[in-house]
């Protein structure tokens, strides 16, 4: 019985194969949204290395240059602050920013009066009749000019930044609540599956209550419990979405526990905890990451929209929907793209979440395998 359990422990797993692989390659769509997909989780892990904009949150305020046209250049002038900002380390920059040394002083013109001053007359939209100063400066060259790639927003920060940052938030929130709501859902789904009775229905009967609550009032609810805030953000969608894992799981385990190598298992006296996490459930992968998928896109959606109803990330946090909520007012007028732009990030991401897991599911499919 020994020799018969190792030969056939595996003998319906549902895992990643090397069929399964050269088939989700093969999926042109798939895999250009897998890369739209890395693209965007490189561009948001690297954040404030890359952002032209590397302060926290990419929060430089500068309201003289309010609502600029995407590629609009303009000089600044660079005064060294009293305070020395602390120094940080390369990770520390990357996650949380860090604060400019100077000073940006947006100008139109300037003149040098001598080696250590210089004359600057202060920026106007007009470009002239700006009023006139004078500063001492160190650095040799304080002149620079700058490029708002995307423009910026209505208090003058720079949108391409907080774009970046905000990808950052929409895919950690994804990441973070799909991650909390596979450990309830496989934990939940094989416990109902493997031991049956009353304790599978006591937790299908949990799985219909929590699934006949609308999800976004479910989490609306949620987050006014436990207030606020990025991390409540992640446990209210997380606490959520358990339960389409849970269902998936349970079903998977209820008919795998009667294939031979699990009643070999069994029959062998392996503890119980060794069958249902070594031998059950890397047989149901396949199905677990399909649903995580979706799960993933859903989550990205629900984060948008709590932010946008007030609820979700807090300012001065930058996020897709609160950017949206920001500037929904100039789809009306000249500026319609302060709206449009992370609009259009959010259905690109969850577009790509969607076709990527279609391809997986596709890819996954053991009767569509010809071995």
């Known amino acids: 019985m020994k020799l018969f359990y190792r030969k056939n422990k595996y003998a319906d797993g549902g895992s990643l194969n090397r069929i399964a692989i050269r088939k989700l390659k093969a999926n042109k769509l798939a895999m250009t949204a897998f890369y739209f997909i890395l693209f965007v989780s490189i561009l948001s892990t690297l954040g404030y290395l890359i952002t032209p904009d590397s302060t926290p949150y990419a929060n430089h305020q500068t309201l003289e240059l309010a609502s600029l046209k995407p590629g609009e250049q303009v000089q600044f002038f660079y005064q060294k602050k009293d305070v020395d900002t602390n120094k940080v380390s390369f990770l520390h920059r990357m996650l949380y920013g860090k604060e400019n040394r100077y000073q940006m002083i947006p100008i139109n013109n300037f003149k040098y009066k001598d080696s250590v001053e210089i004359e600057i007359e202060h920026y106007t939209k007009s470009g002239?009749?700006?009023?006139?100063?004078?500063?001492?400066?160190?650095?040799?060259?304080?002149?620079?000019?700058?490029?708002?790639?995307?423009?910026?927003?209505?208090?003058?920060?720079?949108?391409?930044?907080?774009?970046?940052?905000?990808?950052?938030?929409?895919?950690?929130?994804?990441?973070?609540?799909?991650?909390?709501?596979?450990?309830?859902?496989?934990?939940?789904?094989?416990?109902?599956?493997?031991?049956?009775?009353?304790?599978?229905?006591?937790?299908?009967?949990?799985?219909?209550?929590?699934?006949?609550?609308?999800?976004?009032?479910?989490?609306?609810?949620?987050?006014?419990?436990?207030?606020?805030?990025?991390?409540?953000?992640?446990?209210?969608?997380?606490?959520?979405?358990?339960?389409?894992?849970?269902r998936v799981v349970r079903g998977q385990v209820l008919s795998l526990k009667e294939k031979e190598y699990v009643e070999a298992g069994t029959a062998l006296g392996f503890k119980t905890s060794r069958i249902i996490f070594k031998h059950i459930l890397p047989n149901t992968v396949a199905p677990v990451i399909v649903i995580s998928a979706a799960n993933f896109a859903a989550a990205i959606l629900i984060e948008a929209g709590l932010s946008f109803l007030g609820i979700g990330i807090q300012p001065p946090m930058p996020s897709w929907g609160s950017m949206i909520k920001e500037n929904y007012a100039y789809i009306i007028l000249d500026s319609a793209y302060l709206a449009i732009l992370p609009g259009v990030a959010i259905m690109l991401m969850v577009l790509a979440f969607m076709v990527f897991g279609n391809g997986l599911r596709e890819a996954l499919n053991v009767k569509s395998q010809q071995i």
């Open 128 to 246: 002239t009749n700006g009023q006139t100063s004078s500063y001492q400066f160190i650095d040799p060259n304080p002149i620079k000019t700058k490029t708002f790639l995307l423009g910026t927003d209505r208090y003058g920060r720079d949108y391409l930044s907080r774009l970046i940052i905000g990808a950052r938030v929409s895919l950690s929130v994804g990441f973070i609540s799909v991650f909390i709501s596979l450990v309830i859902g496989i934990t939940l789904g094989s416990i109902a599956g493997y031991f049956g009775g009353k304790v599978d229905h006591f937790i299908v009967w949990l799985i219909n209550v929590i699934w006949s609550i609308p999800t976004l009032l479910l989490v609306i609810a949620i987050t006014f419990a436990l207030g606020k805030g990025f991390w409540q953000v992640f446990i209210a969608v997380g606490l959520t979405m358990w339960v389409e894992v849970a």
